[in-house]
């Protein structure tokens, strides 16, 4: 046998060789530009995919993404409709409190949870729904007003205790029924409601001290709203004030709402939040309706959870995180409990799973970042003052609250497991492209890195991969054209190298002939070399 191999491998002249390479070179690359063509249009790899499809139910493996086929159509949008307008940062509809929650945190870890970023947005927000230009007609506003631009909180909160201090004044008033005498009438000027509410955010310590002070302005807020509420048609200052005064009592109501919600009154948390969307309907920009579909969620109020998603999980309104994921937590419940992906590898999956598994994929298209939270993959952090929509930070702040509702619906975080990767497949390039939504921003990194602390490691959209045969394909085609281009160079020298790879690789092989040999008898040996 050893003098077979080497006769023939002396028989091979250099041409055989440059061909033989070249050949291979040929047969790789056209196997790449079509691994590359089948990749761009459908986004997965030819060969993987006959692999899992066909070979791996042959040796008994079982495709745990196999609910995760379904038709897709990618859009042709362009990521040059990006605008700034798509990077908004808006408020977290449930943001913490600084002083009974972040402040504790930096007390018990000696870390800041709020980056200077966070806080500017924040005191821009304050000036502008609590403050308007009539403001220096009231001095306890007038105040605040510097209160607001302050940076350092304790300079925040000495203006704030000032601004209460000045609540009475004297004002002469003639009194007609005595000729030629005068009283002084004591007028009360009304407690300063934003006073109050910088003490509750920032000065106390528990959410018990802050529901007492938001109480407080509370009462201030409303008698300043009614007042300004009879006024607000005589002239566009007047109009101005009402609007500020209706943003105080909304934030106050709002505000009273979780502190019930935080200390355990969740029925009681319910009942205000969907009175004060009843008095105020139009105020949808506050998102009210995010902090009510969380408490809902509390009490197991599943029916009234879809209720309340029926309205506002319309096409014309803006999504969220905390929209997209509870509709997908609602349909997955009808299943998950009894969802199995050997199960549903075999069978295929049902009409009401398949409806879990695409609002998975809707969700996690929306915002991709959030179920490695959910999956508690990543360590969750506080959740910052503002949240941009299909961020990091709007997955940290929705996972924050929502883990828990995740968890009590059994199977839920299990279906989520098993189907939330096979969105990417369905995009293959989810920066260019979108399915159900806009192209994701090419902004959101930059901003959430100014929005979340330093020591937290913000999660970056996961681009598609290219498939290991791509790269295996890449690799073989660049390597046979290289032994082609050096065996045509250099023919002799590569002869030699090549005999002596071959020979190398029927060594073991000879080695086994030999024992073979020793052990049979040659009598028996001669008659199978000669079959």
């Known amino acids: 046998v050893e003098y077979t191999v080497s006769m023939f491998l002396n028989t091979l002249t250099p041409k055989f060789y440059v061909a033989l390479t070249g050949t291979s070179s040929l047969i790789s690359g056209l196997i790449l530009i079509f691994e590359w063509w089948y990749f761009r249009k459908y986004g997965t790899s030819f060969i993987e995919q006959v692999s899992v499809s066909h070979l791996r139910p042959l040796l008994g493996g079982v495709d745990n993404s196999s609910s995760n086929n379904s038709n897709s159509s990618n859009g042709d949008s362009d990521s040059n409709r990006q605008s700034v307008s798509e990077c908004k940062v808006w408020r977290n509809p449930l943001n913490l409190f600084r002083g009974a929650e972040y402040n504790r945190y930096t007390w018990v870890t000696g870390r800041e949870p709020l980056t200077y970023y966070d806080m500017n947005l924040s005191a821009q927000d304050h000036q502008t729904f609590f403050t308007c230009d009539s403001d220096h007609l009231r001095p306890a506003d007038a105040i605040m007003q510097k209160a607001w631009r302050e940076r350092n909180p304790q300079a925040r909160i000495s203006a704030a205790h000032e601004a209460l201090e000045i609540n009475e004044i004297r004002s002469r008033v003639e009194v007609p029924l005595i000729a030629s005498s005068t009283i002084w009438e004591i007028k009360l000027l009304p407690k300063c409601a934003t006073a109050y509410i910088l003490l509750a955010e920032e000065e106390a310590t528990t959410i018990a001290e802050a529901e007492k002070l938001f109480k407080q302005a509370l009462k201030a807020g409303d008698g300043c709203y009614r007042r300004s509420q009879q006024l607000q048609h005589h002239g566009s200052q007047y109009e101005a004030q009402h609007r500020r005064d209706t943003n105080v009592l909304v934030y106050i109501k709002r505000r009273l709402a979780m502190c019930a919600r935080r200390l355990g009154r969740t029925r009681e948390a319910v009942k205000m939040m969907r009175d004060l969307m009843k008095e105020f309907p139009l105020l949808s920009m506050f998102n009210i309706h995010e902090n009510l579909l969380e408490a809902l969620l509390e009490l197991q109020a599943y029916a009234d959870v879809q209720a309340v998603l029926a309205k506002y999980d319309d096409i014309s309104l803006p999504k969220s995180a905390t929209i997209c994921y509870t509709a997908a ?203």
Not at 338 to 356: C, D, H, I, V
Not at 434 to 456: K, V
Request: hydrophobic content about 45%; overall charge neutral.
């Open 329 to 531: 937590l609602l349909k997955a419940r009808a299943v998950s409990d009894k969802f199995s992906p050997e199960a549903a590898s075999r069978r295929g999956l049902s009409t009401a799973e398949m409806n879990a598994v695409e609002a998975i994929h809707r969700a996690v298209e929306f915002n991709p970042h959030v179920p490695k939270y959910l999956l508690e993959m990543k360590s969750l952090i506080l959740p910052p003052e503002h949240i941009l929509k299909r961020g990091d930070s709007e997955a940290i702040a929705y996972a924050f609250f929502h883990l828990a509702h995740w968890k009590r619906v059994e199977g839920a975080l299990n279906l989520l497991h098993c189907t939330w990767e096979g969105t990417f497949r369905m995009i293959p390039y989810p920066l260019e492209k979108g399915h159900l939504f806009y192209p994701y921003p090419i902004c959101t990194e930059t901003a959430d890195r100014e929005l979340l602390p330093s020591f937290h490691e913000v999660s970056v959209y996961p681009k598609k991969e290219l498939p290991f045969f791509i790269l295996f394909t890449a690799g073989l085609c660049s390597f046979t054209a290289m032994l082609a281009l050096l065996t045509h160079q250099f023919p002799e020298l590569m002869g030699v190298f090549a005999k002596a790879f071959l020979s190398t690789l029927f060594a073991p092989l000879n080695f086994i002939m030999e024992k073979v040999e020793s052990i049979l008898p040659s009598s028996l040996w001669h008659q199978l070399t000669r079959i």
